[in-house]
T-cell receptor
Framework: DQQVKQNSPSLSVQEGRISILNCDYT??????FLWYKKYPAEGPTFLISISSIKDKNEDGRFTVFLNKSAKHLSLHIVPSQPGDSAVYFCAAPSGAGSYQLTFGKGTKLSVIP | DAGITQSPRHKVTETGTPVTLRCHQT?????MYWYRQDPGHGLRLIHYSYGVKDTDKGEVSDGYSVSRSKTEDFLLTLESATSSQTSVYFC?????????????FGNGTRLTVT
């Protein structure tokens, strides 16, 4: 049973516009969330995170929003650049002691020049 | 690359043969992980380790075993490879001590089982 869900397998956005990637979770015990970015033939790299005590965290062009009541988070990229084209994974600490990381299935973002 | 080396980077093997993938870290981080990435499934945890000789199962551990005899090396073994184990395998480490600290990933091993 998926605890972290990314329901959009792909997203295409024009360069310069906003990209919004969505993630839903089912476990109300999750209190921290991370976003990873993955290019082909490379490992995932950490992008940005958010604690459940916040509803927004910003880092340059990347902002993550958390809506705890809806169990929903989103990653906004503004403005989108062609180099942002990658697969984005949402993740949450889970398991015994929360030292595991449970990932969503990912959303492939294509930024069109 | 966070000091993580995965070997081999690519491997083709036949069904029924044993395969061992190696993950080596240059720093003495306690936690190490093996994930697999498949289309439509994202990243799924196979096994992880929280110290030398201390390992535990993840979400998709059937058909896999692991060993950690030294802090720097975490081995993933497929005792008898099957076509369903064709995948890209990623090793990860947890550099921070807090449970929320991000994992750092290696560049993966692409395994094809024919």
């Amino acid at each position: 049973d998926q605890q972290v869900k990314q329901n959009s397998p792909s997203l295409s956005v024009q360069e310069g516009r906003i990209s919004i990637l969505n993630c839903d979770y089912t476990n109300s015990m999750f209190d921290y969330f991370l976003w990873y970015k993955k290019y082909p033939a490379e490992g995932p790299t950490f992008l940005i995170s958010i604690s459940s005590i916040k509803d927004k965290n910003e880092d340059g062009r990347f902002t993550v929003f958390l809506n705890k009541s809806a169990k929903h988070l989103s990653l906004h990229i503004v403005p989108s650049q062609p180099g942002d084209s990658a697969v984005y994974f949402c993740a949450a600490p889970s398991g015994a002691g929360s030292y595991q990381l449970t990932f969503g299935k990912g959303t492939k973002l294509s930024v069109i020049p | 690359d966070a000091g993580i080396t995965q070997s081999p980077r690519h491997k083709v093997t036949e069904t029924g043969t044993p395969v061992t993938l190696r993950c080596h870290q240059t720093e003495n981080h306690r936690y190490m992980y093996w994930y697999r990435q498949d289309p439509g499934h994202g990243l799924r945890l196979i096994h992880y380790s929280y110290g030398v000789k201390d390992t535990d199962k993840g979400e998709v551990s059937d058909g896999y075993s692991v060993s950690r005899s030294k802090t720097e090396d975490f081995l993933l073994t497929l005792e008898s490879a099957t076509s369903s184990q064709t995948s890209v395998y990623f090793c990860a480490i947890r550099p921070g001590q807090e449970r929320n600290s991000p994992l750092h990933f290696g560049n993966g091993t692409r395994l094809t089982v024919t």
